[in-house]
């Protein structure tokens, strides 16, 4: 080849390259490595644009297969270790927070249901399900003929409905006949409190009503823990982004979105529930689903640190101690008079999760919702001191009219 040939050829290869070099800069791609597939650079602090992953520090690169859904990647883990399954727990369990609803309806279900949790060790299942009134004393009459009167104690519910001038009385009133139908607490007071319900006037009414005083007196009074459940989980009350833990629930159930337009902030609403329990020294309260706070259990030790006369239980948010397993025992250990257990949905084959968190020192297994949580539980290994406290002595202690377990 003449010299000449081989300069042209040099000198359009040198072009070509230049021309590639300047396109890369351009679109912010850059051939990287071995398959040479593009990617996009981005600045330190900056997130990789949407449809891409951070192959190298600083560089995104899109997967060259279509992603599946969060809904479809059920990746089967390699991880081979001990597994310790507990289909029954260690010590007899109190259910704080039961939902037993129609099961308390008739002998049949009540006998299906006892046998569920014999399986499971539950030696008791209280019904927070809100109860009063004729519905109560149904429910009370059905345990009471039944053989299982030691197996079942009933919440008694308060009717939230147009408070207002002359509501205290008649809700104490009806309270007072519960009690003497046989309740042997209050709850669930649901998170409608707070959210929903409207005092007799149209406005919001607020949880620390002054109205509502003389009703949570009255519990003191007759000896009578309150169950509350207030607020829903903080992810709730956000926008439903990329960014959100909850993003597949808030997706499925269009129930859970609190936009700032339908609800108070889930901060208000804690604030408001707050100021009622100090109102209140007297009365006993045990603040449903960890008080939301279980993914802050620094916080939510504060709080229990501040409000002496309420505990918290575990009912629905095992996902947030099953993730956080060090902190988790330590957190139940320091405040193991205060926590109780509690399940929320009456599901049989869910509690053996609970057992297995709270029993073993298992790692790296599945929870038993997906939509709740994404993540995998690891096993807190507590002690049988704390363990029995969880399960039935603090229920004992805060319920006077508990069966003997
Ligand atoms: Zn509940």
Not at 128 to 146: I, P
Not at 166 to 192: H, M
Not at 304 to 332: C, I, K, M, W
Request: hydrophobic share 40%.
């Amino acid at each position: 080849m003449p010299a000449r040939r081989l300069l042209q050829l040099l000198a359009v290869s040198v072009i070509l390259t230049a021309v590639f070099l300047v396109q890369s800069l351009a679109d912010g791609t850059s051939a990287q490595g071995r398959g040479g597939r593009g990617g996009t650079s981005i600045q330190p602090g900056q997130e990789c644009p949407a449809g891409t992953t951070e192959t190298r520090p600083g560089t995104c690169q899109a997967p060259e297969f279509p992603p599946p859904s969060i809904v479809d990647y059920r990746p089967h883990s390699t991880l081979v270790t001990a597994a310790h399954p507990v289909p029954k727990a260690k010590f007899p369990v109190v259910d704080f927070h039961g939902h037993p609803q129609g099961r308390l309806n008739s002998a049949d279900s009540l006998a299906t249901m006892v046998a569920a949790l014999d399986a499971l060790n539950v030696r008791v299942m209280i019904s927070a399900d809100n109860l009063s009134g004729t519905r109560l004393e149904q429910a009370m009459t059905t345990v009471k003929a039944s053989p299982y009167a030691n197996r079942v104690a009933i919440f008694a519910g308060i009717g939230f409905n147009a408070v207002g001038p002359g509501w205290a009385e008649k809700a104490i009133a009806q309270l007072e006949a519960d009690v003497k139908a046989g309740a042997v607490g209050v709850g669930e007071i649901s998170k409608s409190l707070g959210i929903g319900a409207r005092r007799g006037d149209g406005t919001r009414l607020h949880i620390d009503d002054p109205d509502l005083d003389p009703i949570w007196d009255a519990c003191a009074r007759l000896n009578l823990t309150v169950f509350i459940h207030t607020a829903d989980p903080q992810e709730f009350f956000e926008p439903i982004d990329m960014h959100n833990e909850r993003w597949l629930e808030l997706s499925l159930f269009a129930d859970r979105r609190y936009p700032p337009e339908r609800a108070p902030r889930f901060e208000e609403l804690l604030a408001e529930r707050d100021r009622m329990i100090k109102k209140h020294p007297k009365t006993r309260f045990v603040i449903a689903h960890l008080n939301w706070l279980g993914n802050d259990l620094q916080r939510l030790s504060k709080w229990l640190d501040d409000n002496p006369n309420a505990s918290t239980e575990v009912g629905a948010v095992l996902y947030d101690l099953g993730r956080q397993p060090r902190a988790a025992h330590d957190f139940l250990v320091k405040y193991q008079d205060r926590v109780l257990f509690g399940k929320d949905a009456f599901e049989p084959n869910e509690y053996p999760y609970y057992w297995r968190v709270f029993e073993t020192k298992d790692e790296y297994f599945d929870y038993y919702r997906d939509y709740h949580a994404f993540w995998k539980l690891y096993g807190l290994d507590l002690p049988d001191d704390v363990l029995k406290k969880l399960y039935y002595q603090n229920a004992v202690r805060l319920v006077p009219g508990l069966p003997k377990i």
